[in-house]
């Protein structure tokens, strides 16, 4: 039996009969009876004991739910550093293995030359990617980062944030619109981390739709306190259940068929931390096969 659900009984029922003594023997020490307010005092003392074993409930049930996350992260971690090994080793075993076809065989047409060239870049882009995403986490967590305020024109973040990611709509033969209003509020925030959210999100959809057939939206409204961005796909999709987990940190949704998405988990994480510095709100909607629509709230 757990220990919380005695303690509170002992100390209770030790509590009453050291009250009950205390009022007998200070009735024969003084021989006299003692006063109302003296008896109610000591016979007030159970109540506080109930009223702290409560909290001791209530606190030993928090340390549990505490226990219970440090377990799920700590395990999330150890996954974490796998993927993170397997995303390293992976595009690092394609740029030696291409470097060395190209060291071998100087003689390669040139056309040849330029696409095993194109896989390096992209490749060493990648593995860019996920050591800026490492350290932007580890800053943000740490309460490390320094973040740069100015007036904002989110029309301009979006068109940052189309513009480097352009060579991966390209690639995938992505189609891309936005809609932008011809006038916008100005709003205070840090641009690069704004343009990341947007980048993290766009290239989000590339990756969940299939080659060839994507199309993503982009709209930016003002409402009357806010502005609302809305990056819509028709992609993959997200199930309700994988809905919950994925602006957690490490988080990734595996398929059965397909296993693990390329990436480390980190980039929704990071994604609702700056929203979140930013005082807005980002959600979800989705259902699989159907797309989904990521929008994000920043105050005006
Ligand atoms: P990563 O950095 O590995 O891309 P994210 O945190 O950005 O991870 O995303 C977590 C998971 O959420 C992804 O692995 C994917 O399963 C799911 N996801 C994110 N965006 C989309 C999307 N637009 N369509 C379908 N699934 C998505």
């Keep these: 039996m757990p220990i919380w659900s005695v303690m509170p ?44 074993s409560h909290e001791l409930e209530r606190a030993t049930a928090e340390l549990k739910a505490a226990n219970k996350r440090l377990k799920e992260l700590d395990r999330l971690k150890d996954e974490f550093i796998s993927t993170v090994t397997h995303e390293l080793r992976t595009p690092l075993t394609s740029v030696r293995s291409i470097s060395e076809i190209l060291y071998d065989n100087p003689d390669i047409d040139a056309a040849q030359q330029k696409s095993f060239l194109g896989i390096i870049i992209k490749e060493s882009e990648r593995l860019t990617r996920l050591i800026v995403q490492v350290l932007d986490f580890q800053k943000i967590e740490s309460g490390k980062m320094e973040w740069e305020i100015s007036r904002v ?67 930016l409204t003002a409402k009357s306190d806010h502005l609302k961005v809305d990056v819509r796909d028709n992609g993959i999709g997200i199930s309700r259940k994988n809905q919950k987990i994925i ?27 700056i929203v979140d510095f930013h005082k807005g709100k980002i959600r979800v909607k989705s259902r699989p096969g159907k797309g989904s629509t990521f929008s994000f709230t920043l105050p005006l």
């Design 9 to 52: 009984k002992k100390l209770l029922a030790g509590a009453i009969g050291s009250a009950s003594a205390r009022v007998m023997i200070s009735s024969v020490v003084k021989e006299e009876p003692l006063g109302i307010d003296e008896v109610m005092d000591i016979l007030d003392e159970p109540r506080v004991v109930i009223a702290y």
């Design 153 to 219: 024109d989110f029309r301009e973040v979006i068109k940052d944030a189309i513009l480097s990611t352009s060579r991966l709509i390209q690639d995938e033969k992505v189609k891309i619109e936005s809609n932008l209003p011809d006038s916008f509020p100005l709003i205070d925030g840090d641009k690069d981390r704004l343009i990341q959210v947007m980048v993290n999100l766009i290239s989000n959809s590339i990756k969940f739709c299939e080659r060839d057939q994507g199309v993503i939206s982009i709209n």
């Design 247 to 273: 602006f957690q940190e490490f988080q990734q949704v595996k398929d059965t068929s397909t296993g693990r998405p390329p990436g480390s988990g980190l980039g929704l994480a990071i994604t609702k931390r």
